[in-house]
């Protein structure tokens, strides 16, 4: 899995006008903890961990100089307009030690085209090696036909990798198409038919006497 170094500095200054200010350098607030460990606030270079991110769970190395965190995002906060970075918790792990993420599924193979294909559920949650965690699992879904599910006990786990969530959960499903309707027009009865034609002249004929 990835695996990232990223330089970041000590916070000492917080509430919302120091990490304003901080975004406005190209920084994003963070925080790391777990472990046991009081929590530590720093400040990371925003374009660098933006792109990190785009791996998920990715692996990051956080130098702050008088020593190194080996962490995991839990929490990303973006700006619900911009889509810039807010914040950001990190939670610090153990190489070797194992621990529970939810990876994306990728569906794989060939189903019944006549189907919709929905994803119920992009990701699984599973039990790994912090180092070990899978990018993402792949579900087979050859010979998958409209009507049927993939559940999360479908999914090829890689050795060492242990299914947490439920194993009936619904992954993705092949809903059935719906038929087009058919627009049924009605043939006219006889005696309306007639009764339809009769009328057209007398209406030509009202027409002529309000001319006159």
């Given amino acids: 899995m990835a695996e990232i170094t990223i330089k970041g500095t000590i916070r000492t200054e917080f509430g919302k006008g120091p990490s304003r200010k901080a975004r406005r350098d190209g920084l994003v ?21 933006g792109i990190a991110i785009k ?20 929490s990303i906060v973006r700006n619900p307009l911009k889509g810039t970075l807010e914040h950001l918790d990190l939670v610090i792990v153990r190489r070797g030690e194992k621990v529970i993420v939810a ?16 994803h119920v559920n992009n990701t699984i949650e599973v039990e790994a090696e912090a180092t070990a965690i ?31 969530s439920d194993l009936k959960m619904t992954v993705v499903h092949l809903s059935v198409r719906a038929a087009p309707e058919e627009v049924v027009v009605a043939a006219p009865v006889e005696g309306d038919a007639a009764a339809a ?9 009202a027409a002529k006497e309000e001319k006159k």
Wanted: glycine share 10%; net charge negative.
């Fill in 134 to 164: 899978p990018a993402f699992l792949e579900l087979d879904m050859t010979g998958l036909m409209a009507g049927e599910s993939k559940y999360a006990a479908d999914v090829v786990l890689p050795a060492g990798i242990t299914l947490v």
């Fill in 29 to 49: 607030p963070a925080v790391i903890y777990g472990h046991g460990e009081a929590p530590t606030h720093i400040s990371l270079p925003a374009r660098e961990v």
């Fill in 197 to 205: 034609t009769a009328a057209a002249p007398a209406e030509g004929e």
């Fill in 55 to 74: 791996t998920a769970n990715v692996l990051l190395d956080i130098d702050l100089g008088s020593k190194t965190e080996l962490v995991l995002p839990k």
């Fill in 103 to 118: 990876v994306p599924v990728h569906a794989t193979g060939e189903f019944d085209r006549d189907g919709i294909l929905e």
